[in-house]
T-cell receptor, first 111, second 113 residues
Framework: AQSVTQLGSHVSVSEGALVLLRCNYS??????LFWYVQYPNQGLQLLLK????ATLVKGINGFEAEFKKSETSFHLTKPSAHMSDAAEYFC?????????WGAGTKLIIKP | GAGVSQSPRYKVAKRGQDVALRCDPI?????LFWYQQALGQGPEFLTY????????KSGLPSDRFFAERPEGSVSTLKIQRTQQEDSAVYLC???????????FGPGTRLTVT
């Protein structure tokens, strides 16, 4: 069965610093992988997705993620954090029609 | 419509009341999902529709929860005899293609007092 693990329920970085949010998955089939962002009191918005094409996926707002099959990872990065990036981030893997979700990582940006 | 819409955005119910939450998916999207999201957690799957057919309701926590999508577009999630543990944000999502990215509505925050 597919599963997703996000390391760190909270990550704090300074404005302008590198953002790294970790996601590891388990899947018995080649996965589709997703990162979503949720701002307070809003629904989830797709940041980027991996669907077995290029392993480095670029998304919105300057985020990107790299699929590493050998490490079963799909970590999310952004070179320089902005205050507007403060939100909760969820990694998900597809399982037939469903998405299996990680528990989320809250990104805190320090001025 | 331009995106998935949900109504109401906020609902306060007294314990024991029935509530109905509405979801309007993106026009033409075949698949529709309902999720429950507790504070500080990821979405938990409740149920899945393909057109008007409810193909999976394994995530519904009890028989007090009921969902329908009679014409394959708008969906309603009904909770009977609400309990405090039902307090959560209820999210609706739709997809065009099987297994593809899901488009989410803003959610309905239900508070049971």
């Amino acid at each position: 069965a597919q599963s997703v693990t996000q390391l760190g329920s909270h990550v704090s970085v300074s404005e302008g610093a590198l953002v790294l949010l970790r996601c590891n998955y388990s899947s018995s089939v080649p996965p589709y992988l997703f990162w979503y962002v949720q701002y307070p009191n809003q629904g989830l918005q797709l940041l980027l997705k991996y669907t077995s094409a290029a392993t480095l996926v670029k998304g919105i707002n300057g985020f990107e993620a790299e699929f590493k099959k050998s490490e079963t990872s799909f970590h999310l990065t952004k070179p320089s954090a902005h205050m507007s990036d403060a939100a909760e981030y969820f990694c998900a893997v597809n399982s037939n029609y469903q998405l299996i979700w990680g528990a989320g990582t809250k990104l805190i940006i320090k001025p | 419509g331009a995106g998935v819409s949900q109504s109401p955005r906020y609902k306060v119910a007294k314990r024991g009341q029935d509530v109905a939450l509405r979801c309007d998916p993106i026009s033409g999207h075949v698949s529709l999902f309902w999720y429950q999201q507790a504070l500080g957690q990821g979405p938990e799957f409740l149920t899945y529709f393909q057109n008007e057919a409810q193909l999976d309701k394994s995530g519904l926590p009890s028989d007090r929860f009921f969902a329908e999508r009679p014409e394959g577009s708008v969906s309603t999630l009904k909770i009977q005899r609400t309990q405090q543990e039902d307090s959560a944000v209820y999210l609706c999502a739709s997809t065009l293609l099987y297994g593809d990215e899901q488009y989410f509505g803003p959610g309905t925050r239900l508070t049971v007092t």
